[in-house]
């Protein structure tokens, strides 16, 4: 349990879906998930053999383990993600301030020029140039390429074969298509704030 609360702190710390930094950390969601459906069997198979065992405590221990599994594997790295960023959101000014000045510099921005890079040199945009919530947000949610898009911020990324993209459009917008089942039941897609969306899917060329 110690190394999963770790491993969730890190995702949070760190503002990704999932730990790069050593090759093991990228496989965590299935190692973690193995080790708690371990558990759950062999403390199942231990349940059975001894019926003195506490009345509460094992079914519980169970029950968590079983759970654990199938959220680690799929839920975990999107809900630490999200958490961190509604955590940077407030730390930036609070979501509306956010939403406010990234609506500012996408206008400001032409439609076929990126957020924080200037074309076609190449060359980034100079952090003074960003309004104070952009520059703290790309800071901490660097983009690969950072695009407008009609007039949405789309702030991108990749981390271990994990795609994350925060999108910022004006107050009252939602993606085309909402929130499905499921986007509910795994976290692929969220609302984080009025005009401020989530989505974490698998990345694939």
């Known amino acids: 349990m110690v190394l999963t609360v770790a491993w969730w702190v890190a995702m949070f710390l ?12 990228a496989f965590a969601p299935p190692i973690l998930a193995s080790v708690w459906v371990a558990l759950g069997c062999h403390l199942l198979t231990f349940s059975r053999q001894y019926p003195q065992r506490p009345r509460h405590f094992f079914p519980a221990l169970i029950a968590l383990s079983f759970a ?8 975990a790295g999107g809900d630490m993600f999200a958490l961190s960023v509604r955590y940077h959101l407030w730390r930036a000014g609070g979501a509306a301030k ?17 957020l924080f890079v ?15 919530a952009v520059r703290y947000m790309n800071d901490h949610f660097p983009s690969r390429f950072g695009v407008p898009w009609h007039g949405i911020a789309e702030v991108d990324n990749v981390v271990v074969l994990t795609t994350t993209n925060i999108m ?35 990345y694939s060329k």
Do not use: H
């Not at 956010?98 to 990126?114: D, G, H, K, L, P």
């Not at 945009?125 to 104070?132: E, K």
């Not at 499905?180 to 969220?190: E, H, P, Q, V």
């Open 14 to 25: 760190t503002c990704r879906p999932a730990i790069p930094d050593f090759t093991i950390f």
């Open 68 to 75: 654990l599994a199938p959220y680690n594997f799929f839920r």
């Open 98 to 114: 956010v939403r406010a000045e990234f609506n500012q510099w996408v206008a400001a921005r032409s439609s076929s020029e990126f």
């Open 118 to 132: 200037n074309m076609p040199n190449g060359a980034p945009v100079p952090v003074t140039a960003l309004p104070p």
């Open 168 to 202: 910022i459009g004006p107050p009252g917008w939602e993606p085309e298509g909402g929130v499905s089942i499921w986007d509910r039941l795994w976290g692929s897609r969220r609302k984080l704030a009025d005009g401020i969306w989530l989505q974490v899917g698998s």
